[in-house]
């Protein structure tokens, strides 16, 4: 086996055998993942040229990274871009160079294992040959749409030509990934083998020098019909499908993933200018940046905690209903041991069912990760489990004297060093920790209902909570894959005392005499994932009641239709009607539609995304959104004036990840600044 030849390559390693065939691997230099930056691609086409001049029998192309394959552009860069000029010759760039890589006259083949995202599906796509490595890592996607741009290296032209236009559309417009299975099925990849064995596997088909996968004659004939009269009607059904789900105007890519695969052959560069799909229009509308503005901010949540190196194994539930439960749940299902205490057996086991349920749905019917998952969740009326904890969470009923008298047994029993932790919404920290010999062991650990789909967790710093205590809070949330945001103890703390003046607007709107469904509409127009008054219902009207008298204080009234609701026992969702009746778990609309949920755009973008609109929209007064999403505004700025949170970003951050604010603005704080109202 001969060694790298060419000693400058910084990012790429090419190994000869002496069968002829190449491995060349990608570790990119001063990075723990693979992005594909201008200096790798460009290094990646010198790589193809001393190639060239040597050509071997085969080449596989791997990655070196434990980490994953590759996880696509570099969007640090991406971020940077400052003209259209400049989008233009970085998508141009990938899509020669990847053109470059598919002509190559011997067989080639990318061994994925891990991620494989975005530009690096597009170079593993231009490969003559895939082979995916079955492990829970390995994930393949498109996810472009969700950073508001489209995957223009080739993506747009292969993956429809190898899957199948349906199921391609599918993946481009909804961003989602692919687990190895999965891909094996869809035709994405050859093969799907074991780790042990990859290596032997890329290199039998690689010197195997079949040709690309064959199509079965059903395959072909299908394929046929696409490409001719059926193209439009597959392209129009995807537009539809979109069109259900957002706009043109707030999100023009998934539109124009469409366009350019049934008008342009998945060339992005062949698009006019002057067309709503071309890199112009892409590139110059708001969305773009403001996404790009949103994984940022994402990427910032994610970093707390980082400080930590707090390794939690053991958790305790306290409260096994409604939030406790799905706590719980969610912590086995990221590896720890969970023990589940109620005041009975008969209390946690509505949480143990509910839990098995989401172990199905999460491990795929994987009957033994469903058992090795509830294995780890143990129902522990006793609260045997408190004196071996390394997390203490309290999910009780929201009662102040019965929340400090647990916390006073809690810390009685619990390790010196473990996090006592509450979910309490609307009670104050301090009046809790008082309850506690050292109040500086509190800190609160505020879930969204429901926990396994939402991804923030507030993380309250109390006025005596110690330093440590809150980094070691934090660092647990992040194990179990959530976003932290760090607010400081106040009612609401953000997400809920944003929410409040907002859902109270909206229901004044109602009281003067706009229908639920007009208000609803209007917010889900401007891009809210549901409508307000929906929302009320949702979390209920009781809870609405309660939370308004907290956070507008004493003095100011509940609106008195809402009143009325909750004294008939009206409380929305739960009880079956509200605002809305509801059946089946959906709100029946005034236009007799229920409005849908799920469906086309997947992934946590396209869950905030929105609501398709009711087919029947009533007629939205002028300035109506504007008036309710005024109050949600003047609330998140008093939040950052009061400190809640440290700075106008991480408003911005905790409103998007905590209620679904519309992503394409950027947040509440920068779409303000974008209208030019004060920020
Ligand atoms: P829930 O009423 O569904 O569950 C409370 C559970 O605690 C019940 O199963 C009850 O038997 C148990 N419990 C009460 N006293 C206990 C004790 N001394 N020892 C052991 N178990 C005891 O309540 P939910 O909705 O789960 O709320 C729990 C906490 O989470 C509250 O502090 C609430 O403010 C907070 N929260 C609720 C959210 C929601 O949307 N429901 C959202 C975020 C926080």
């Known amino acids: 086996m001969s060694a790298n030849m060419q000693q400058d390559w910084k990012h790429w390693r090419l190994r000869r055998e002496d069968t002829g065939l190449a491995w060349l691997e990608l570790d990119k230099a001063d990075s723990s993942t693979n992005v594909l930056s201008s200096e790798v691609m460009s290094e990646f086409a010198r790589v193809l040229d001393a190639l060239d001049a040597a050509p071997p029998k085969a080449l596989v192309i791997a990655s070196a990274k434990p980490a994953g394959f590759i996880a696509g552009a570099d969007i640090e860069e991406f971020s940077r871009l400052d003209s259209v000029l400049a989008a233009r010759m970085l998508v141009e760039r990938g899509w020669l160079l990847f053109n470059r890589l598919a002509a190559v006259p011997y067989p080639t083949l990318a061994l ?130 979109a069109a259900r789900k957002v706009s043109r105007t707030n999100y023009p890519a998934p539109f124009a993933i469409v366009d350019i695969w049934e008008k342009y052959a998945g060339n992005a560069l062949d698009v006019p200018g002057s067309d709503p799909s071309s890199l112009d229009a892409i590139f110059t509308s708001p969305t773009a940046r403001n996404l790009v503005r949103v994984f940022h901010l994402q990427e910032r949540l994610k970093a707390f905690g980082k400080d930590s190196d707090f390794a939690p194994r053991h958790m305790h539930v306290v409260g096994a209903g409604v939030m406790g439960g799905d706590i719980a749940a969610v912590c086995a299902l990221r590896g720890m041991t969970v023990t589940l205490q109620d005041q009975s057996v008969e209390r946690i086991a509505p949480a143990i069912a509910r839990a098995a349920k989401l172990f199905e749905r999460r491990h795929k019917g994987d009957a033994r990760q469903v058992r090795f998952t509830l294995d780890r969740l143990i129902p522990d009326p006793k609260g045997q489990g408190v004196a071996r904890a390394d997390v203490i969470i309290e999910a009780i009923f929201e009662n102040l004297e019965v929340k400090r008298s647990l ?273």
């Not at 789909?453 to 992040?478: I, K, N, S, Y």
């Not at 127009?525 to 929906?534: K, L, N, R, T």
């Not at 959906?586 to 609501?611: F, H, I, N, S, Y």
């Open 112 to 241: 994925i294992r891990g991620h494989c995202m975005g530009g690096g599906l597009e170079l593993a796509l231009a490969c003559r040959h895939r082979i995916v490595v079955d492990e829970p890592g390995t994930k393949l996607a498109l996810p472009e749409v969700m950073l508001g741009i489209v995957p223009g290296w080739g993506g747009m032209l292969r993956l429809p030509a190898l899957i199948g236009p349906a199921a391609a559309l599918d993946l481009m417009l909804t961003g989602k990934s692919v687990d190895a299975k999965k891909a094996k099925r869809l035709g994405l990849a050859d093969d799907c083998v074991p780790a042990r064995v990859m290596e032997s596997a890329a290199r039998i088909v690689a010197l195997g020098g079949k040709p690309a996968r064959k199509l079965s004659a059903k395959e072909r004939a299908t394929r046929r019909a696409m490409n001719g009269p059926l193209r439009k009607r597959v392209a129009d059904k995807a537009r539809a499908q």
């Open 407 to 679: 916390f006073a047994d809690l810390e009685a029993h619990a390790r010196p060093d473990a996090v006592l932790a509450t979910n309490t919404s609307s009670l104050r920290l301090e009046d809790i920790a008082t309850a506690l010999k050292d109040p500086s062991r509190l800190v609160g650990i505020h879930f969204f209902n429901p926990v396994p789909m939402l991804p923030l967790v507030e993380v309250v710093q109390g006025e005596a909570t110690d330093a440590e205590v809150l980094r070691r809070a934090t660092g647990f949330v992040r194990r179990i894959d959530k976003l932290p945001l760090p607010v400081q103890s106040a009612p609401g703390f953000l997400v809920n005392a944003v929410l409040g003046p907002y859902m109270l607007e909206a229901l004044r709107c109602v009281e003067e005499g706009v229908a639920p469904e007009t208000v609803d509409a209007a917010l889900v127009a401007f891009g809210m994932p549901m409508g307000p008054v929906e929302l009320v219902d949702t979390v209920g009207l009781d809870i609405a009641v309660a939370a308004g008298k907290a956070l507008a204080g004493e003095g100011a009234e509940p609106p008195a239709q809402l009143l009325k609701l909750v004294g008939e026992g009206k409380l929305g969702r739960k009880s079956g009607e509200g605002y809305y009746r509801w059946v089946d778990g959906r709100a029946v609309k005034g236009a007799g539609k229920a409005a849908a949920k799920g469906g086309l755009l997947g992934g946590l973008l396209c869950r905030l995304w929105g609501t398709p609109a009711s087919e029947a929209p009533p007629p939205i007064p002028a300035g109506l959104a504007e008036r309710v999403l005024a109050s949600l505004l003047a609330a998140t700025r008093r939040c950052v004036e009061l400190g809640v949170v440290a700075d106008a970003d991480l408003a911005d951050a905790g409103v998007i990840f905590g209620t679904g604010f519309a992503p394409h603005t950027g947040g509440p704080l920068n779409y303000c600044e974008s209208k030019g109202q004060p920020g």
